[in-house]
T-cell receptor, first 112, second 112 residues
Framework: DTAVSQTPKYLVTQMGNDKSIKCEQN?????MYWYKQDSKKFLKIMFS???????INETVPNRFSPKSPDKAHLNLHINSLELGDSAVYFC???????????FGDGTRLSIL | DQQVKQNSPSLSVQEGRISILNCDYT??????FLWYKKYPAEGPTFLIS?????DKNEDGRFTVFLNKSAKHLSLHIVPSQPGDSAVYFC???????????FGKGTKLSVKP
């Protein structure tokens, strides 16, 4: 029973394409997150979202947009992919902010 | 500007001995600190946390110490086991952040 699952695990695509990464959590948590782990291994928050509020890290380009069809899902859409978008993207969830977050296994995005 | 710093990228310890992983932070508004463990190709897994009102929290072989005046926390693993070999991330939350800020990680290798 995977608590936080994200698909696909690997994504290889061309520059300029639009792609989505899906995330689902079965923990009943109210808050979900997207993180980016870049080549320097820093885990940086991109978005946090609950059913009331979306908080966007101001450094995230507007080509990135989270979409939440319901409380258990937070998908990440990326438009016009660029080389610098290559990274591992992690989805996470928690009951409330600042509580232990549960992470998915990551999606490794490679831009050719 | 790194608000959470893990200055040792790697640490090697003999099985059975103590592993001490260190973390420094700069933002005095942080009031909640966590350690995560990460294996390759998996997401970070929550290990242990501590609130700023405490200076120590223990869970089995894992103990986290917090020194607020020095803005320093450490994770002690005793005794260390080969299965503890992983990357350990320190994270902090609270104040105006609303999200967790992660350090860069320390790769722990426990040798049999």
């Amino acid at each position: 029973d995977t608590a936080v699952s994200q698909t696909p695990k690997y994504l290889v695509t061309q520059m300029g394409n639009d792609k989505s990464i899906k995330c689902e959590q079965n923990l009943g948590h109210d808050t979900m997150y997207w993180y980016k782990q870049d080549s320097k291994k820093f885990l940086k928050i991109m978005f946090s979202y609950n059913n009331k509020e979306l908080i966007i890290n101001e450094t995230v380009p507007n080509r990135f947009s989270p979409k939440s069809p319901d409380k258990a899902h937070l998908n990440l859409h990326i438009n016009s992919l660029e080389l610098g978008d290559s990274a591992v993207y992690f989805c996470a969830s928690s009951q409330v902010r600042d509580q232990p977050q549960h992470f998915g296994d990551g999606t490794r995005l490679s831009i050719l | 500007d790194q608000q959470v710093k893990q200055n040792s990228p790697s640490l090697s310890v003999q099985e059975g001995r103590i592993s001490i992983l260190n973390c420094d932070y700069t933002n005095s508004m942080f009031d909640y600190f966590l350690w995560y463990k990460k294996y390759p190709a998996e997401g970070p897994t929550f290990l242990i946390s501590i609130s700023s009102i405490k200076d120590k929290n223990e869970d089995g072989r894992f103990t986290v110490f917090l020194n607020k005046s020095a803005k320093h926390l450490s994770l002690h693993i005793v005794p260390s086991q080969p299965g503890d070999s992983a990357v350990y991330f320190c994270a902090a939350g609270g104040g105006s952040q609303g999200n967790l800020i992660f350090g860069k990680g320390t790769k722990l290798s426990v040798k049999p």
